[in-house]
């Protein structure tokens, strides 16, 4: 009787174990796509505010944050190529 309650019970916490994994792998994600978006935050303010004096300005919204954040220097480079040539 007793190694049915051992079976059940590593039974559950491999259960519990498996659930959590499942559970948080979408968490992960999301944090690290809110990193990426705070960082092209911070990119995209610092260009803004450098060369915010020569009429450069990029619009700061969720599609150019995340092409800031996870293309990091060379997807600002893209951006201000973007606002030259096609804005």
Sequence with gaps: ????????????????YLGATV?????????????????????LAAINAIFGHFGLHIAINPVTLLTAGLLQLPGVALLVLVHYFII
């Design 1 to 16: 009787m007793e190694w049915k309650f051992v079976i059940i019970g590593l039974a559950g916490l491999l259960g519990l």
């Design 23 to 43: 559970l948080l792998q979408p968490l992960k994600v999301l944090i690290r796509l809110a990193a990426w978006m705070l960082l092209g935050g911070i990119l």
